[in-house]
């Protein structure tokens, strides 16, 4: 089983709106999503943004600019562009585990038609909840493409043998969740918003619309589940992409 790292596009915003110290100073970080390739099938774990926000001129990206915020990508960044460089038909993605319901995290589905989304029960009911959705920024038409879903409650055993579980982590949303993945390559806990970066498990400087309280309580559930080779890799750190990547993103 191997677990590839990948990067779709970049998320720009201030350092206070990533939760970092630097106030207004501008920031670009990275919009990751990631591979697993298991014996029983593929599955990613979340999967970037839609091709659309490449355009400047598509409507969801004018209305991130009128708050400051914008994304950008390569096409060589899109999810079909890493997996195709991984020769992994996109058909054949047998999962995608969403985090959330974010845009910079399902945002990629149309790309993927014939996988079984993975997501938590009170995430997939929040986003068709009206009010809810709007109070969190949940896009029904990033993630309501019509592929099979299979919700559940809590952790989750994605192929019934521990190398890859679903770890609840509310707050960001009111279903985000983590994934824990076990292999050759060591034990990692893809946190995704559960916390953006490094500097955050200090500040706890958390978005203003999620739960700080919750958000805190799952942050410290992440941490304490740490053994001394588990390694953390957070939804947007700079610091653990690029030059300093953690992980793979092709083949050796
Ligand atoms: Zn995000």
Redesign the pocket.
Known sequence: MRLFGCVCGQFHSTAAGMGMKGGDRRIAAPVPFYVIEHADGVALFDCGLHTDLADAEDPYRQVLQSQGEDVTFAADETVTAHLERLDIDPARVRYVVLSHL?F??SGGLHQIPNATLVVQRREWEAGFDRDIAARYFLRRRYFDLGHEVQLVDGEHDLFGDGSAVCIPSFGHTPGHQSLRVRNAQGDHILVA?ACYNGEVVETRAFPSFAKAEAMNASLDRLLAMREPDTTLIF??DPDQWGEAALLPSARA
């Open positions: 974010h910079d995290h918003d939804g947007h």
